[in-house]
């Protein structure tokens, strides 16, 4: 097929370089993605790791994955992280830029001596890997997957294609998102010409535990309509949690919920975990979640970021507050 980024002259180079660097390593390939994976790098890891898989290559993947995201995985293909690395082995690290070790897991990569291979589609990238494909303008990191594996010429299979239409279904909000583009419904297309069992991902990605709901209730009771109404926010702390006995994996489909909410243009959920911060952010039209996340020291996309902040979160709020202000005001800017 094709590659999916036709509109960048060097991504197709870039692609076959990052094939023929994993065709040609004959040791283990250890696959990474990072912290709190979502169904981005969840799903690029399973499918280039059940392609590599189906030739009879080493391929460890160590993740610890989501509840809400476990109906993919088969036993054994996903494995602890690791303590050391084994002997001659690659590093795949997926979705994630590999020169933020802190924010990759599964390894530690800066004990790492070996080549690393990157393939992400973050704008904030630094581009240092041995091979790499990072393409911004790409909506999902599973559609780069997806072009290396038929770089390689490794054969396609529903089980393959299946994860990597989760990559691309989540990343662009079920084709939602303004990041969407004629390439990725075309490597929709191409998924489900192998199989990709997309209803059965819908349907399983619909649903939610009991304590999903009790805890929702409690976090609606925190809601804020802030600048007009122009942002919405709301916070989820361990007290929440301990009430309503749910965990922290029940928080992650909040900020979606947010976005929905009529005239918002920003919408920030806050993990208060006492002495550090943690926010989602997301936006719509011409205002920035990636400006607001990089100003307190995170990253993301233009539509979908997030930073992790220490301190309290009435000390990070007022550094928020700030940021959240400074981007409303460039938006308007921009658009006079």
């Known amino acids: 097929m094709t590659p999916q980024n036709v509109s960048n002259a060097g991504y197709a180079d870039d692609v076959r370089n990052v094939a023929a660097t994993l065709n040609a390593h004959a040791g283990p390939l250890v696959l990474l993605a990072h ?7 969840l799903g690029s890891v399973l499918g280039l790791a059940r392609a590599l898989r189906s030739q009879g290559r080493t391929v460890l993947a160590p993740m610890v994955v989501p509840r809400y995201l476990r109906f993919l995985t088969q036993p054994g293909e996903l494995c602890e992280p690791l303590d050391e690395w084994p002997q001659g082995a690659l590093a795949v690290v997926l979705d994630v830029d590999n020169n933020d070790p802190a924010r990759v897991a599964g390894a530690d990569l800066t004990t790492f001596r070996g080549p690393v291979v990157n393939i992400d589609h973050h704008g904030t990238n630094r581009r240092q890997a041995a091979a790499g494909v990072v393409d911004p303008a790409t909506p999902a990191t599973a559609m780069i997957v997806s072009d290396v594996i038929d770089a390689m010429g490794l054969p396609w299979t529903e089980a393959v294609a299946t994860p990597l239409m989760l990559g691309l279904n989540t990343d662009t909000g079920s084709f939602r998102f303004s990041s969407v583009t004629p390439q990725a419904f075309e490597c929709a297309a191409h998924l489900l010409r192998q199989g990709a069992r997309l209803a059965w991902l819908n349907e399983h990605l619909g649903r939610h535990p009991r304590t999903y709901y009790g805890l929702l209730r409690e976090v609606l009771g925190t809601l804020e309509f802030l600048h007009g109404g122009r942002v919405v926010l709301a916070r989820v702390d361990d007290a929440m ?9 029940d928080v992650e489909s909040y900020v979606g919920l947010l976005r929905s909410a009529e005239g918002a243009e920003l919408a920030v959920m806050v993990k208060d975990f006492g002495e550090q911060v943690k926010l989602s952010i997301r936006s719509l039209g011409g205002v920035s979640a990636q400006n607001v996340a990089v100003a307190l020291g995170g990253g993301g996309h233009v539509s979908a970021a997030g930073a992790s ?6 000390s990070v709020r007022q550094r928020l507050d700030a940021a959240l202000a400074a981007e409303l005001r460039q938006a308007d800017a921009s658009a006079v």
């Open 309 to 314: 902040v220490a301190g309290s979160y009435a």
């Open 241 to 249: 949690l301990t009430r309503t006995g749910a965990s922290w994996e």
């Open 35 to 41: 912290e709190n994976p979502d169904g981005d790098a």
